[in-house]
């Protein structure tokens, strides 16, 4: 991640191209795009949306228009401030996790209106390692640490978090973790010995992890010359039908497909894929799970791909994206892309025609609080 404050990720910025979409000037009210579209959820499936500034001090706060536009909706201050590792959301909470000393999860209300009124900070043993999840059933949260802990919580009422028993659970050191959509495994990359490999555990009604058989899994992929959220390491993400886990490797820069057994073992599909990308980073599916969006740190590339049946992937376009890296995409219930560009900072909006992307009028995106910042996670709410 490109932040400025102690980040213990190894990624450095290679330089950052001038956007070339038609987007909005950074002024002291934020930003707001012009024309402004009126809000709404005909196409986007969403009413706000809400990005954590890494390396800043604040959560922008947008509504989104039925286009899938975003329209400035002020900020809300997070802390710890300058350490934003994650953000995630379940139902009206919105889960933010950062700091350096102590690192915390706080959890924000979400206002009718778009606003934040936060709740509760709960300090965690260790700093978050790029990424916070949220269980399917809205009952537990999930973090991967920088010192190879699994963090996992209870949800209480009023935003509040107790440890799941068994937790923090020490796997060693990790590079990224995902959820399966269909709440059964959680998933982490682990660097070992052999190369990164992934765990996998099934997690119980009650939130408890255990090993699954055979865990680790090989990817039989290169060792990784850095830890964590770095265009050296590898990222993962599961499809909406938790069928196949995505394994974006950027040392070789390509994607691996596993398929999903039913107890969570790890089996691989075809051969890899070219990422058509030099640095392949984040990536994203549609909700329907038939594509597969990939982001780059370095370059301004953002590519598609079918998912076949059998998980195997087929490029359809390679799209220029308006600023690097692509740290974290999102996409709407609609179908509609977001990209979380991290440096120096904007939201691109995309429109997809089965997978063929142009840009919602307005996109890129950009606030004054998200310039040089590094805008670093976008959650969507409806």
């Known amino acids: 991640m490109l932040v400025a404050c102690g980040g213990s990720s190894t990624s450095t910025s290679t330089g950052t191209p001038a956007p070339t979409g038609t987007g909005t000037t950074p002024t002291s009210g934020g930003g707001t795009p012009s024309p402004t579209p009126s809000p709404g959820t005909t196409t986007s499936g969403v009413s706000h949306a809400f990005v954590l500034n890494g390396s800043g001090t604040t959560i922008t706060q947008f509504n989104v228009a039925g286009n899938g ?155 990784a010359s850095g830890i964590g959220k770095s265009f050296q390491s590898m990222h993962i993400i599961v499809d909406p039908g938790s069928h196949f886990l995505f394994a974006c490797d950027g040392q070789d820069q390509t994607v691996r497909t596993f398929a999903i057994g039913s107890s969570g073992s790890l089996s691989p599909v075809g051969t890899p894929v070219s990422t058509a990308t030099s640095t392949p980073y984040s990536m994203a599916t549609d909700p329907a799970g038939k594509i597969l969006y990939v982001g780059s740190f370095a370059g301004t590339d953002l590519t598609s791909f079918s998912i076949a049946g059998n998980g195997q992937l087929a490029q359809i376009a390679k799209t220029q994206n308006v600023m690097t890296p692509a740290y974290w995409m999102t996409v709407s219930p609609g179908g509609i892309l977001y990209v979380a560009n991290n440096d120096p900072g904007s939201i691109s909006v995309w429109n997809s025609n089965a997978g063929v992307l142009t840009q919602v009028s307005g996109s890129p995106f950009i606030t004054s609080d998200m310039t040089g910042n590094n805008p670093s996670y976008i959650v969507l709410s409806p």
């Open 69 to 223: 536009a975003l329209i400035a909706n002020g900020s809300t201050p997070y802390v710890p401030e300058r350490y934003g590792t994650g953000m995630t959301r379940t139902g009206n909470v919105l889960w933010v996790a950062s700091g350096l000393g102590p690192a915390q999860i706080t959890s924000y209300q979400i206002g009718s209106d778009g606003k934040l009124t936060m709740l509760v900070s709960t300090t965690t043993p260790q700093t978050g390692h790029y990424g916070l999840y949220a269980h399917p059933s809205e009952n537990f949260l999930y973090e991967s640490t920088n010192f190879g802990l699994i963090l996992g919580y209870r949800i209480g009422s009023g935003g509040s978090l107790t440890p799941i028993d068994g937790t923090p659970l020490n796997v060693g050191p990790t590079e990224t973790m995902e959820l399966s959509p269909d709440g059964k495994f959680l998933f982490v990359v682990l660097l070992t010995a052999n190369g990164p490999m992934i765990g996998a555990y099934q997690i119980s009604s009650s939130g408890t992890l255990s090993q699954v058989s055979g865990s680790p899994f090989p990817t039989n992929a290169a060792q």
